[in-house]
């Protein structure tokens, strides 16, 4: 908690600390271990990250520890270590999904956006997958093969409709394309199951700011309430303060946002 609480305050090298200590005392639990490696990662700790990982390694976690460490190599640059690892997890057990899957993240980084679709697709004929749905469904929409990315997942979630992961990030393509009545609905659908999930309430508010719904402010300020220190939800708000007139309240969010995500 005290390094969650130093993250908050972008109290960043605090929490490095913090977060090494609390992996020397975390033992072997694979999942502890998981969680402190991502919470390194947000501070870009990559050095403290990988220690966690490999210490995850040697635990029941060692599969979700093999694809941190891809994810880790991906977020950090280094595309061709991810590669390899990535390759080595799919050779080693070329019926397992997962390095089908963590081979077609890699490569859709690398631009090589045929080859992850291909990757994505072996990963779904080995075993039902939500990341290899998901991950093809990106892949397909940024190589403008928007249709078939659709269909494919609008009958994935005909098939599997308590899948929340798809169903967002259907709601998400709806939204980037704007179609935004089915937008509504998929998000109406995602608040009931998740009622505390910010990001929701965040995009509900764009759709309506951009309908000129009146709920719209009342959206992002309940986006805000629920994750202050996002800079997307304290974005939102700010931007729906401005157009409403409120500039003077909304001036100091956007700038909070833009210090919070300098790089955005």
């Not at 520890?65 to 590669?83: C, E, K, M, P």
């Not at 019926?95 to 291909?118: K, M, N, S, W, Y």
């Not at 759709?207 to 959206?219: C, E, G, V, W």
């Not at 309940?222 to 003077?248: H, K, N, Q």
């Amino acid at each position: 908690e005290l390094a969650r609480t130093q993250i908050a305050t972008r109290q960043h090298q605090q929490a490095i600390q913090t977060l090494r200590k609390a992996t020397r005392f975390a033992g072997y639990s694979g999942q502890l271990l998981l969680s402190i490696a991502q919470m390194q990662i947000s501070v870009s700790d990559f050095e403290g990250a990988t220690w966690s990982i490999q210490k995850a390694l040697e635990t029941d976690q060692r599969d979700a520890a093999n694809a941190a460490l891809v994810r880790l190599h991906i977020t950090s640059g280094d595309l061709a270590a991810a590669l390899a690892l990535a390759d080595a997890l799919r050779t080693k057990d070329s019926a397992a999904p997962i390095g089908h899957i963590l081979t077609g993240e890699v490569l859709a980084r690398q631009g090589r956006f045929d080859e992850a679709i291909r990757a994505y697709g072996t990963a779904l004929d080995l075993a039902e997958s939500t990341e290899a749905m998901v991950g093809l469904f990106e892949t397909l929409i940024t190589v403008g093969q928007q249709q078939r990315a659709f269909d494919r997942i609008e009958q994935w979630l005909a098939k599997h409709p308590g899948d929340l992961r798809a169903k967002r990030a259907l709601g998400l393509g709806y939204i980037a394309f704007g179609q935004l009545e089915r937008a509504e609905k998929i998000h109406q659908e995602l608040l009931k199951e998740l009622p505390s999930d910010a990001l929701i309430f965040n995009n509900l508010a764009r759709m309506y700011q951009l309908k000129k719904d009146p709920r719209a402010r009342r959206f992002a300020q309940r986006a805000v309430d629920l994750a202050p220190t996002s800079a997307i939800a304290l974005d939102t708000l700010g931007w729906i303060m401005v157009t409403e007139g409120a500039a003077a309240q909304g001036l100091p969010l956007l700038r909070d946002a833009n210090t919070r995500e300098s790089r955005n």
